[in-house]
Each structure stands twice: as structure tokens, then as C-alpha cells.
């Protein structure tokens, strides 16, 4: 398989561009399929990762029989859902392929929106098996896996020699960050969806689950408390930046890159940024990453990334599967880690020695990718989410204590999980 160059694929993204004084209205113009032989559309948005315009043209180019109109929806998770979410709703079939995150599969297939995929052709030994079950749902697949990944810890490799792979050998490297002038350790904790994140992670990392794989809400236990507590110490004892609290990714990516922390933990999204050289970055060089830490061996990490569902009222099922096909592939995939760095579902594309070298930080994505565990899976995932954050944020802020948080956020759930 040959290499692309990323600049092949980010020419196309002045085709892109082009659409933006439409994307508030869902429809985007001069773009590659847009004209009236489209009988495909595929509702994505702007904030992907990389360029999706590349993707929709090349399929046109090869498919003249089948082609794909691109529908950019609004910037951000909520409201590209929202935009979703009404179009299925209406059971407009507007939107043929949908572009969804790896949490909405429950939802959008308990309400009978998604059109069930065949596994083996979308999820078959190719494909790693964290990144298949976020699009599973009750046994059967309802989106194919495109982005993956999992959270990673960034550590100062100047001056870290052996990266923790517990929380107790975490604390116990924070003088260097003293020595330093440095903050020990950063994640993303606002109060938004990166602290619904953060929370699986250190829970899932000390033994524990906020949901099982019965769907029993089961935060209430001692290692749920345990996972919670290293967070809520962190913030009590200083080796967590109180400024943390208003953390979401980009700012502790900043927070690190300008020197502040010894510690991180982000995306694979966070890499190139700080090898880039110049004046922005002081860590250029100096930093390494690897699976996250836990409380007695390396920790779980929670899955994001975005999936390709096909929408029940679609009225051109076997084009559209076509496409997801091809955009799923394995060369599509490779190109697209290439452009954007950024972690796919393709397994062999780990095993390119070119591309590794390229984006060395996948090598541990990869690993960490071996331990990972699904946010909670619920049909009311929003009402799950926005409970576990307002309940751990209090935890963090000290407006509650550990025991009153993880008591009230099962109270919480088991109502959410009964309405589902």
C-alpha cells in the first residue's frame, strides 16, 4: 500500500470551507457531491479531526454511480446530536450516514433510528474489539468503528526516567514537579463530558463500574469510592492544580505544553501540537506518553471516538452501505492516522512501520487500547453523563464528600436508567 502525503488530503479542505456560511442550516454548498445526482448524504461535523471533504470526493470519484452530498451540522458534540436527533425524530431520511459518537449507539438504536450492520463486514478480526462494541448494542452492531482512542499519561520524559504505572508511584514523583516550579498532574475536569471521562477512567482504574454490562447501575462500591477519592485527595492535597476544575482538553494540553505540569492525561489529538516547534511550545522533545496509572497496576482507559451509523429511514440503505465501506476501509483509515495522527479502528495499520514512526505516540495508543472500558452504555446517556458530573464536580469542589457523592449519583442513576 502506498503513502499519501497529508497534503494530498488537506487540499481538499478549501472545498470545505466553502460551505461554512450554510453549515447553520445543515447544508453545505459546493462540496464534493453536492449536485443533483447525490443520492447519499452524509451529515458530519466540521470539528471531525481531520477532512472528511477528501474522503466524500475520493468515493465520488470511484463510485460515479452512487455518489455522497456532505452535510456539515453545527461544531460540537451536543449540537451535532441535537441536529440528529431531529432529523430521526421527523423520520425525514435526510440524513443517510450519520457521523456519531461512540456514546450515542444505545440511544439512537433503543429508539430504532439505526439500521442493524453485519458484524463480520463491519466488525470483524480487523477491526479492535474496544472500538467494535461502541457500536454494539443488545448483541448486535448498529454503527462501524472509524475514530478510536483512549486517554494516555503525557509525562516530562527530561525528567521522569521511569513513567508511573500506579497512582501511588503518580504522588510519589510529584517533588520534581516542587523542584520544578511545576504542578504535578492534570486532567480534564470541568464540568462538561471530558469529566464523565476522567471519572470512568480513575473508577474503571481502582476495579469499579458506574453501569454493567446488565445495564445495573453499580457506582455504589468500595473501588467506585477508591477511583473517586484519588481525584478528590489530588485536589485536596495539592498534586491536582485547583485551575484544573476549569480544565477541559485544550487547556491542560496548553497548561503542559507551556511547562506547568510534570503529568497529563489527554488524547492522542495532543502530540503533534507539542512537537511542533516555535515559541508555543516548551516541551518540544522533552515528553513521552503511555497507558494511564491505576491503583495497582496500569489503569483502564475510557473509549472515545466516532463511529458511521446508517439511519432506519434512509431511503438509499445499500449506497450508503457502500460508502460506509469504503470509508471504513483499511487504506482510508491509514490515510486518515497519517493526516490527522489520530488513532483509527484498523488493526494492522498499528503495525506500519512507517506510520509508527511518523506518529510514534500511537505505539502506546495502541497499548492503551488493549485496557480500555466504555463510558456508561445507556439509551439516556445524556441524563447519565449529566448526572455523573454534577455529582463528582461536587465531590472535586468539596461541596460533597466521596461517600455523598457516589451514594447520591446511584440514587441518581437507577432513576435515569428506569426511564430508559
Not at 471530558?194 to 445495573?216: C, F, K, P, Q, Y
Request: aromatic share 8%; with cysteine; glycine share 10%.
Amino acid at each position: 500500500m502506498g503513502t499519501t502525503g497529508p497534503g494530498s488530503w488537506t487540499r481538499s479542505l478549501a472545498l470545505a470551507v466553502a460551505g461554512t456560511l450554510l453549515a447553520a442550516t445543515g447544508c453545505a454548498g459546493s462540496l464534493p457531491g453536492e449536485d443533483g445526482d447525490a443520492v447519499v448524504t452524509f451529515a458530519v461535523t466540521r470539528a471531525s479531526g481531520g477532512d472528511m471533504g477528501a474522503i466524500v470526493e475520493r468515493f465520488n470519484e470511484e463510485n460515479p454511480d452512487a455518489r455522497v452530498r456532505i452535510v456539515y451540522l453545527a461544531a460540537g458534540a451536543d449540537a451535532q446530536r441535537n441536529a440528529m436527533v431531529q432529523d430521526l425524530q421527523a423520520r425525514t431520511g435526510r440524513y443517510d450516514v450519520l457521523y456519531t459518537d461512540a456514546v450515542w449507539t444505545a440511544e439512537f438504536a433503543a429508539r430504532g433510528w439505526l439500521e442493524p450492520l453485519a458484524t463480520e463486514r463491519f466488525a470483524g478480526p480487523n477491526i479492535l474489539p474496544a472500538a467494535a462494541a461502541t457500536g454494539m448494542y443488545q448483541g448486535e452492531l448498529y454503527a462501524a468503528p472509524f475514530a478510536t482512542g483512549t486517554g494516555m499519561l503525557y509525562y516530562r520524559s527530561d525528567l521522569v526516567d521511569d513513567p508511573p504505572t500506579t497512582w501511588a508511584e503518580l504522588i510519589a514523583a510529584c517533588p520534581i514537579a516542587e523542584a520544578n516550579d511545576m504542578d504535578c498532574y492534570a486532567g480534564q475536569f470541568a464540568r462538561y463530558e471530558g469529566l464523565t471521562v476522567n471519572a470512568t477512567e480513575a473508577i474503571a482504574s481502582a476495579g469499579g463500574r458506574i453501569i454493567d454490562e446488565d445495564g445495573d447501575v453499580v457506582v455504589d462500591s468500595p473501588e467506585a469510592r477508591e477511583g473517586l477519592r484519588f481525584l478528590v485527595d489530588g485536589f485536596r492535597e495539592g498534586y491536582i492544580p485547583k485551575a484544573a476544575l476549569t480544565y477541559m482538553e485544550d487547556e491542560v494540553r496548553l497548561s503542559f505544553q507551556r511547562g506547568e505540569l510534570l503529568f497529563m492525561r489527554n488524547w492522542a489529538f495532543a502530540w503533534p501540537a507539542m512537537q511542533e516547534p516555535g515559541p508555543e511550545s516548551r516541551v518540544q522533545g522533552k515528553f513521552d506518553a503511555v497507558p494511564l496509572p491505576g491503583l495497582d497496576g496500569p489503569g483502564t482507559g475510557t473509549l472515545g471516538g466516532n463511529n458511521l451509523a446508517l439511519s432506519t429511514y434512509s431511503d438509499h440503505k445499500a449506497e450508503a452501505l457502500r460508502f460506509i465501506e469504503f470509508v471504513q476501509s483499511e487504506d482510508v483509515q491509514r490515510r486518515w492516522m497519517a493526516e490527522t495522527n489520530t488513532p483509527t479502528s484498523w488493526t494492522s495499520n498499528y503495525e506500519d512501520e512507517e506510520l509508527m514512526a511518523a506518529a510514534p505516540h500511537l505505539v502506546p495508543q495502541r497499548k492503551a487500547l488493549d485496557a480500555v472500558q466504555p463510558r456508561p452504555v445507556s439509551p439516556r446517556y445524556n441524563d447519565v453523563t449529566n448526572a455523573v458530573q454534577k455529582h463528582v464536580h461536587a465531590a472535586l469542589t468539596g461541596a460533597k464528600t466521596v461517600d455523598e457523592a457516589v451514594s447520591d449519583l446511584q440514587e441518581e442513576l437507577e432513576w435515569a436508567v428506569k426511564g430508559a
